[in-house]
């Protein structure tokens, strides 16, 4: 009789990972609310008051010119290109620690706001979008003709 090996941790796993999505669809369990794309990132924190939702992002060194937001359904898609205070051609590096480049943030908002009150300003090297948040008994007029 041939011996057939079973790997039991991998098998666990990918049932671990089955089952989670399956509880995660059921309960309806949010997904991430950040995806990244590019280089490097900004740290970016995401909460709400009671009349506002804000993101900040720490998009410290990157030009305003260069910042790109686009709000589409529930997303915020944040971009933008930091670049070094000086040349890095023929430079003896000691210690490199801040990334550069173009970054790339798709940000799904929790709660419904309202696209045409979207305002962003930028501070202290942080980038602050703030939302208005729509109320429960806001409703979408149908025009029935």
């Given at each position: ?8 941790e ?33 740290a ?102």
């Amino acid at each position: 009789m041939p011996v057939i090996k079973i790997k039991v941790e991998r098998d666990f796993e990918l049932l671990q990972d089955r089952v989670r999505c399956l509880v995660d669809d059921v309960f309806q369990v949010s997904r991430p609310l950040v995806l990244s794309k590019g280089g490097w990132v900004p740290a970016v924190d995401i909460y709400e008051g009671p009349e506002f939702v804000y993101v900040v992002a720490n998009t410290a060194g990157v030009d305003k010119e260069s910042l790109q937001l686009i709000f589409k359904g529930q997303f915020l898609h944040l971009a933008g290109q930091r670049r070094p205070p000086v040349s890095l051609d023929k430079k003896q590096f000691y210690q490199m620690e801040i990334e550069y480049g173009p970054f790339e943030r798709i940000i799904r908002i929790p709660v419904a706001v309202d696209p045409e009150q979207l305002e962003a300003y930028y501070e202290n090297g942080l980038l602050v979008i703030q939302m208005l948040r729509k109320k429960a008994n806001d409703t979408i007029k149908i025009n029935a003709s």
